[in-house]
Protein backbone atom coordinates (compact mmCIF):
# COMPACT_ATOMS: atom_id res chain seq x y z
CA UNK A 1 0.00 0.00 0.00
CA UNK A 2 1.05 3.43 -0.59
CA UNK A 3 0.84 6.21 1.97
CA UNK A 4 -2.71 6.87 3.84
CA UNK A 5 -3.43 3.02 3.09
CA UNK A 6 -4.37 3.20 -0.70
CA UNK A 7 -3.63 0.63 -3.32
CA UNK A 8 -0.68 1.11 -5.23
CA UNK A 9 -2.21 1.18 -8.73
CA UNK A 10 0.87 0.46 -10.60
CA UNK A 11 2.53 -2.60 -8.88
CA UNK A 12 1.09 -5.30 -11.65
CA UNK A 13 -0.95 -7.31 -9.40
CA UNK A 14 -4.23 -8.60 -9.74
CA UNK A 15 -7.02 -7.50 -8.22
CA UNK A 16 -10.28 -9.73 -7.36
CA UNK A 17 -13.48 -8.36 -8.08
CA UNK A 18 -15.46 -8.42 -4.36
CA UNK A 19 -18.78 -9.71 -6.86
CA UNK A 20 -17.67 -12.09 -9.22
CA UNK A 21 -14.59 -13.34 -7.48
CA UNK A 22 -12.69 -12.76 -10.42
CA UNK A 23 -8.94 -11.63 -10.47
CA UNK A 24 -8.92 -9.13 -13.42
CA UNK A 25 -5.96 -6.20 -14.05
CA UNK A 26 -6.79 -2.76 -11.83
CA UNK A 27 -7.01 -0.97 -15.77
CA UNK A 28 -10.23 -3.32 -16.20
CA UNK A 29 -11.46 -2.46 -12.48
CA UNK A 30 -13.31 0.20 -10.61
CA UNK A 31 -12.00 0.53 -6.95
CA UNK A 32 -14.28 1.55 -3.86
CA UNK A 33 -13.19 2.81 -0.99
CA UNK A 34 -15.79 3.67 2.38
CA UNK A 35 -16.31 7.04 2.66
CA UNK A 36 -15.76 8.73 6.39
CA UNK A 37 -19.55 8.28 6.66
CA UNK A 38 -19.63 4.59 6.15
CA UNK A 39 -20.86 4.38 2.20
CA UNK A 40 -19.68 3.10 -0.73
CA UNK A 41 -17.43 5.39 -2.94
CA UNK A 42 -16.25 4.97 -6.31
CA UNK A 43 -12.93 5.94 -6.86
CA UNK A 44 -12.51 6.17 -10.51
CA UNK A 45 -9.37 8.46 -9.76
CA UNK A 46 -8.07 6.45 -7.60
CA UNK A 47 -6.46 8.45 -4.88
CA UNK A 48 -8.65 8.45 -2.08
CA UNK A 49 -7.60 6.92 0.99
CA UNK A 50 -8.43 3.64 2.52
CA UNK A 51 -8.41 -0.44 1.68
CA UNK A 52 -9.73 -0.87 -2.04
CA UNK A 53 -12.52 -2.58 -2.70
CA UNK A 54 -12.53 -3.64 -6.24
CA UNK A 55 -15.41 -4.61 -8.78
CA UNK A 56 -14.89 -5.49 -12.37
CA UNK A 57 -16.16 -2.41 -14.51
CA UNK A 58 -18.93 -4.21 -16.18
CA UNK A 59 -22.68 -3.69 -15.71
CA UNK A 60 -23.85 -7.42 -14.27
CA UNK A 61 -20.62 -7.13 -12.15
CA UNK A 62 -21.56 -3.64 -10.65
CA UNK A 63 -25.05 -4.39 -10.34
CA UNK A 64 -24.24 -7.66 -8.50
CA UNK A 65 -21.91 -6.01 -6.25
CA UNK A 66 -24.86 -3.25 -5.32
CA UNK A 67 -27.46 -5.95 -5.26
CA UNK A 68 -25.86 -8.07 -2.43
CA UNK A 69 -23.88 -5.13 -0.92
CA UNK A 70 -20.15 -7.42 -1.52
CA UNK A 71 -18.61 -4.02 -0.23
CA UNK A 72 -19.98 -5.38 3.76
CA UNK A 73 -18.17 -8.34 3.00
CA UNK A 74 -15.48 -7.32 1.97
CA UNK A 75 -14.51 -4.91 4.25
CA UNK A 76 -15.75 -6.95 6.93
CA UNK A 77 -17.69 -4.29 8.38
CA UNK A 78 -20.96 -2.82 7.30
CA UNK A 79 -21.34 -0.66 4.75
CA UNK A 80 -24.04 1.68 3.31
CA UNK A 81 -24.48 1.52 -0.12
CA UNK A 82 -25.93 4.80 -1.11
CA UNK A 83 -29.07 4.62 -3.39
CA UNK A 84 -28.33 5.46 -7.14
CA UNK A 85 -24.41 4.16 -6.59
CA UNK A 86 -24.71 2.84 -9.99
CA UNK A 87 -25.95 6.18 -11.71
CA UNK A 88 -22.89 7.86 -9.78
CA UNK A 89 -20.34 5.86 -10.34
CA UNK A 90 -21.17 5.77 -14.00
CA UNK A 91 -21.31 9.73 -14.21
CA UNK A 92 -18.38 9.51 -12.57
CA UNK A 93 -16.37 7.49 -15.09
CA UNK A 94 -17.88 9.33 -17.84
CA UNK A 95 -16.81 12.77 -16.46
CA UNK A 96 -12.93 11.26 -16.34
CA UNK A 97 -13.09 10.48 -19.83
CA UNK A 98 -14.49 13.54 -20.82
CA UNK A 99 -11.97 15.04 -18.59
CA UNK A 100 -8.68 12.81 -20.78
CA UNK A 101 -10.33 13.73 -24.26
CA UNK A 102 -10.17 17.56 -23.18
CA UNK A 103 -6.66 16.87 -21.84
CA UNK A 104 -5.84 15.02 -25.27
CA UNK A 105 -7.04 17.63 -27.29
CA UNK A 106 -5.52 20.98 -24.74
CA UNK A 107 -2.51 18.85 -25.84
CA UNK A 108 -2.84 19.18 -29.37
CA UNK A 109 -3.53 15.04 -29.78
CA UNK A 110 -6.88 15.23 -30.36
CA UNK A 111 -8.97 17.30 -32.96
CA UNK A 112 -13.27 16.75 -34.23
CA UNK A 113 -15.01 18.17 -37.23
CA UNK A 114 -15.81 16.22 -40.04
CA UNK A 115 -12.85 17.03 -42.28
CA UNK A 116 -10.15 17.52 -39.43
CA UNK A 117 -11.15 13.50 -38.47
CA UNK A 118 -11.23 12.37 -42.03
CA UNK A 119 -8.06 13.46 -42.77
CA UNK A 120 -6.47 12.05 -39.51
CA UNK A 121 -7.54 8.98 -40.68
CA UNK A 122 -6.86 9.80 -44.54
CA UNK A 123 -3.09 10.00 -43.36
CA UNK A 124 -3.21 7.15 -40.60
CA UNK A 125 -2.19 9.17 -38.15
CA UNK A 126 -5.51 8.68 -36.07
CA UNK A 127 -4.62 6.16 -33.09
CA UNK A 128 -8.30 5.97 -31.96
CA UNK A 129 -11.87 7.36 -33.57
CA UNK A 130 -14.27 8.95 -31.12
CA UNK A 131 -18.22 8.89 -32.71
CA UNK A 132 -21.15 9.71 -30.38
CA UNK A 133 -23.46 6.82 -28.91
CA UNK A 134 -26.85 9.05 -30.29
CA UNK A 135 -25.34 10.56 -33.50
CA UNK A 136 -26.81 9.76 -36.98
CA UNK A 137 -25.55 6.00 -38.09
CA UNK A 138 -25.48 7.14 -41.32
CA UNK A 139 -22.93 10.01 -40.99
CA UNK A 140 -20.80 7.80 -38.35
CA UNK A 141 -20.93 4.85 -41.06
CA UNK A 142 -18.36 7.25 -43.23
CA UNK A 143 -15.20 6.57 -41.24
CA UNK A 144 -13.75 3.75 -40.42
CA UNK A 145 -11.70 2.98 -37.71
CA UNK A 146 -7.83 2.89 -37.43
CA UNK A 147 -6.17 -0.87 -37.17
CA UNK A 148 -5.69 -2.40 -34.12
CA UNK A 149 -7.43 -2.91 -30.95
CA UNK A 150 -9.36 -0.92 -28.74
CA UNK A 151 -9.04 1.85 -31.63
CA UNK A 152 -12.78 2.93 -31.72
CA UNK A 153 -14.82 4.65 -28.63
CA UNK A 154 -18.43 4.92 -29.19
CA UNK A 155 -19.74 5.26 -24.99
CA UNK A 156 -20.49 8.94 -24.96
CA UNK A 157 -23.19 11.01 -25.91
CA UNK A 158 -22.99 13.90 -28.12
CA UNK A 159 -23.20 16.18 -25.61
CA UNK A 160 -20.55 14.44 -23.32
CA UNK A 161 -18.27 15.07 -26.29
CA UNK A 162 -19.20 18.30 -26.75
CA UNK A 163 -18.07 18.95 -23.10
CA UNK A 164 -14.07 17.34 -23.84
CA UNK A 165 -13.85 19.83 -27.14
CA UNK A 166 -15.42 22.56 -25.49
CA UNK A 167 -18.97 22.73 -27.64
CA UNK A 168 -22.46 21.67 -27.36
CA UNK A 169 -22.56 18.82 -28.88
CA UNK A 170 -19.98 16.85 -30.84
CA UNK A 171 -20.41 13.83 -33.54
CA UNK A 172 -17.10 12.63 -34.56
CA UNK A 173 -13.49 13.15 -33.31
CA UNK A 174 -10.23 11.55 -33.65
CA UNK A 175 -6.88 11.38 -31.11
CA UNK A 176 -3.40 11.05 -32.76
CA UNK A 177 -0.46 8.63 -30.67
CA UNK A 178 0.62 9.86 -27.12
CA UNK A 179 0.21 8.94 -23.93
CA UNK A 180 -2.67 10.55 -23.02
CA UNK A 181 -4.33 8.45 -25.61
CA UNK A 182 -3.53 5.39 -24.46
CA UNK A 183 -4.98 6.64 -20.84
CA UNK A 184 -8.17 7.47 -23.06
CA UNK A 185 -8.72 3.98 -24.01
CA UNK A 186 -8.13 2.48 -20.43
CA UNK A 187 -11.05 4.84 -19.14
CA UNK A 188 -13.12 3.95 -22.18
CA UNK A 189 -13.02 0.42 -21.81
CA UNK A 190 -14.35 0.63 -17.92
CA UNK A 191 -17.01 3.62 -18.83
CA UNK A 192 -18.63 0.82 -21.73
CA UNK A 193 -18.47 -2.00 -19.56
CA UNK A 194 -21.08 0.03 -17.34
CA UNK A 195 -22.68 1.26 -20.06
CA UNK A 196 -22.97 -1.90 -22.10
CA UNK A 197 -24.75 -4.79 -20.99
CA UNK A 198 -23.95 -7.74 -21.48
CA UNK A 199 -25.97 -8.46 -25.00
CA UNK A 200 -23.88 -5.80 -26.66
CA UNK A 201 -26.63 -3.01 -26.02
CA UNK A 202 -26.19 0.42 -24.75
CA UNK A 203 -27.90 1.25 -20.96
CA UNK A 204 -28.61 4.68 -22.21
CA UNK A 205 -31.48 5.96 -24.55
CA UNK A 206 -30.37 8.72 -26.71
CA UNK A 207 -31.92 11.03 -29.22
CA UNK A 208 -29.73 10.92 -32.51
CA UNK A 209 -28.41 14.38 -32.11
CA UNK A 210 -26.86 16.46 -34.91
CA UNK A 211 -23.13 18.20 -34.79
CA UNK A 212 -23.00 21.47 -34.24
Known sequence: ?????????????????????????????????????????????????GRGM????????????IKKNAFSRSAKTQVIVPDGLFEQTEAALAKRLVDMISL???????????????????????RVLLQASDGSERGKSKFRSPPGKDVFIGCLTAQELGLAFGRESVIHGA???????????????RLRGVRVTSGGSSTRKEKTTHER
Open 1 to 49: MSRGGRDKETDGVERRCIATAELRDPSEMIRFVVGPDGQAVADVFGKLP
Open 54 to 65: WVSATKDALELA
Open 104 to 126: ARKAGQAVTGFEKVKGLLETERA
Open 175 to 189: LTAGGLSKQVIVEAK
